[in-house]
């Protein structure tokens, strides 16, 4: 069975801190696909990043980077010099390829809030 | 340019009326996909299509069902709507077997109350 972990359920920084989400997942497939999304209060969730089992290299786009670390099973996402733009919920996801479809597996979501 | 569409953003629906959820796309992809959002939870997908395939979640009530008549849209029908089935629901595709190009494109979601 594929299971993801936030283990923040709510994060509270002020602007320009910078603050990292935990992700840690559990699976049994040898190639899977890890994701982070961003759910605004209007509730749409935005694609931030996909990362495929086999490239465990960090990524840093902007302000945001990831650290995948196959060793720990993590996969943590970190917003430098935060901003009150980044106040969102986040989900970490697993995806279980399912017959040219993509499962996906959320973690219960780390709910960010950054203070002015 | 809205990619994934979903209609009504807010219904409201009477306990055990039948209601029915709209999902509309412009990308052309191949597989779409339904989740169900309760307040402060993770997204639970609940089934999906892959062009005319029907795939549904195990775990997925009888009461949820699901319609793809042409490859744009995808309706969620519920027939008898219960007080724990207010949700947000959300509605997704993904185009092909590729795996670099699995990635889901969510729309807005619909958020429905049940009285």
Partial sequence: AQKVTQAQTEISVVEKEDVTLDCVYETRDTTYYLFWY???PS????????????DEQNEISGRYSWNFQKSTSSFNFTITASQVV?????????SAPFQGAQKLVFGQGTRLTINP | DAMVIQNPRYQVTQFGKPVTLSCSQTLNHNVMYWYQQKSSQAPKLLFHYYDKDFNNEADTPDNFQSRRPNTSFCFLDIRSPG??????????????????SRDQYFGPGTRLLVL
């Fill in chain 1, 38 to 40: 961003k759910q605004p």
């Fill in chain 1, 43 to 54: 509730g749409e969730l935005v694609f931030l990043i996909r990362r495929n089992s086999f």
């Fill in chain 1, 86 to 94: 980044d106040s969102a919920v986040y989900f970490c996801a697993l």
């Fill in chain 2, 83 to 100: 007080l724990g089935d207010a949700a947000m629901y959300l509605c997704a595709t993904s185009k092909t077997r590729d795996p670099t």
